[in-house]
Nanobody
Framework: QVQLVESGGGLVQAGDSLRLSCAASGRAFSSYAGGWFRQAPGKEREFVAA????????YYADSVRGRFTISRDNAKYTVYLQMNSLKPEDTAVYYC?????????????????WGQGTQVTVSS
């Protein structure tokens, strides 16, 4: 069983940066794929970024590629999402997720473990 806790959300202005953290319980997390998703009011949860268990491979949604960076520190059981050049359309609740697979996965249904979410609000 893996439990995930996100932190780092907040209210920022367009163009600012934020770094989200996802702290996991359990050593098994080090061998799990990690991902970030987001959900805006009235919309479905959407994929943002994913990372292989080793950190060697990453994948991004087109809407954030070049602005967001996903990384992980397996010694700390933590996955990060560095968000730069934030836009108002990035406003959403951001969720961390873990999947018991080694590779990069991008679909909601692939992830068995989810955090409670952290709010990111970007004002124009």
């Amino acid at each position: 069983q893996v439990q995930l806790v996100e932190s780092g959300g907040g209210l920022v202005q367009a163009g600012d940066s934020l770094r989200l953290s996802c702290a996991a319980s359990g050593r098994a997390f080090s061998s799990y794929a990690g991902g970030w998703f987001r959900q805006a009011p009235g919309k479905e949860r959407e994929f943002v970024a994913a990372i292989r268990w080793s950190g060697g491979s990453t994948y991004y949604a087109d809407s954030v590629r070049g602005r967001f960076t996903i990384s992980r520190d397996n010694a700390k059981y933590t996955v990060y999402l560095q968000m730069n050049s934030l836009k108002p359309e990035d406003t959403a609740v951001y969720y961390c997720a873990a999947a018991n697979v080694g590779g990069v996965v991008t679909t909601v249904s692939s992830y068995a473990y989810w955090g409670q979410g952290t709010q990111v609000t970007v004002s124009s």
